[in-house]
C-alpha cells in the first residue's frame, strides 16, 4: 500500500506480492464487507495476520456489498473503508473485487492459509479446493457472539446501548 493508494489493483497486487513469495513468506488472505467495523472484524484480521507473514485483505467492491447485502448497504462506501482498514497494523494489502465471491482474486493471491469466520464450515469455503491444491490450507475463526454488521444496525435502529 502507498500514502497515495492503499488499495492495490491486479497488476500492483501482482508486482507487490512477487517478493514476497521469492523470500518464501508465508501470504495470508481473508475477504469481507467490513462494512461499519466492528470488534469480530478487528479479531479475525489480528488473528488471520498471525497465521503468516503478510495479510492480503480482500475487501468487496461497493456494488457487490450492496447485492450480497441488499438496499441501504454499504454504509461506509469502498473508498471509506480502505481508509479505516488500511490504518489497521493486521492489514498489510488491500484489494478489492466487484464479483459476488473472492475465488478470481484468492487464485491471484495464491495464499498459503484462506481464513474465513466460523459463519462458515470449511467445505463451504470458497476457494479452499484451490488453496488446498496447491498446497495451503483454511483456518476458520469462531465469532464473536451478537457481533456482527446487521446487528449493529439492528442496535442503532432499536437505540439499544443507550444505557452504558
Do not use: Y
Not at 503478510?54 to 461497493?62: H, Q, R
Not at 481508509?83 to 498489510?92: G, K
Not at 488446498?132 to 483456518?139: H, P
Amino acid at each position: 500500500m502507498t500514502a497515495d493508494s492503499p488499495l492495490f489493483d491486479a497488476e500492483a497486487l501482482e508486482t507487490c506480492l512477487a517478493p514476497h513469495r521469492d523470500a518464501g513468506r508465508r501470504i495470508v488472505f481473508t475477504n469481507g464487507c467490513f462494512d461499519i467495523l466492528h470488534p469480530g472484524h478487528v479479531r479475525l484480521l489480528q488473528q488471520a495476520r498471525g497465521f503468516g507473514d503478510l495479510l492480503v485483505l480482500g475487501l468487496n467492491s461497493d456494488e457487490s456489498v450492496h447485492r450480497l447485502k441488499g438496499a441501504g448497504r454499504p454504509i461506509l462506501n469502498l473508498v471509506e473503508r480502505v481508509q479505516v482498514l488500511a490504518a489497521l497494523r493486521p492489514v498489510d494489502v488491500l484489494a478489492a473485487f466487484d464479483e459476488d465471491n473472492p475465488l478470481a482474486l484468492i487464485q491471484r493471491v495464491r495464499p498459503a492459509i484462506l481464513v474465513k469466520g466460523g459463519d462458515w464450515t470449511v467445505d463451504q469455503v470458497i476457494g479452499r479446493a484451490e488453496v488446498e491444491g496447491w498446497g495451503g490450507r483454511v483456518e476458520i475463526i469462531p465469532l464473536l457472539e451478537g457481533l456482527s454488521t446487521s446487528e449493529l444496525l439492528r442496535r442503532i435502529k432499536n437505540g439499544v446501548g443507550d444505557e452504558v
